[in-house]
């Protein structure tokens, strides 16, 4: 489903930007978003405070800190787009393949 999402996007040339690392991956423009494998070790430090007596309730409500930057430049050359190299520098994964998930 997401790469024929993306096969669409890309035959439309419609630049498309999602919040899901996967997506770009999957041959999308790019993407910004939470790190998910991040998030998933954060649930589990919280499950082994439960697991150890502390109450729910007296855990403190958190946010993902950490978010990622991933470009796809395949895409973008066959956009027809170009991203200064201030913004490559920033890109937390700059990849210039499409890799089949």
Known sequence: MRTALTGLIVS???PAISTYREFAVAGGLMSYGT???NLY???GVYTSRILKGEKPSELPVQQAMKVEFVINLKTAKALGLTFPI???????????????L
């Not at 913004?87 to 499409?98: A, P, Q």
């Open 41 to 43: 070790r954060q649930v």
């Open 86 to 100: 201030t913004l490559l520098g920033r890109g937390d994964e700059v990849m210039n393949r499409s890799a089949e």
């Open 35 to 37: 790190d998910i494998p």
């Open 12 to 14: 439309h040339a419609v």
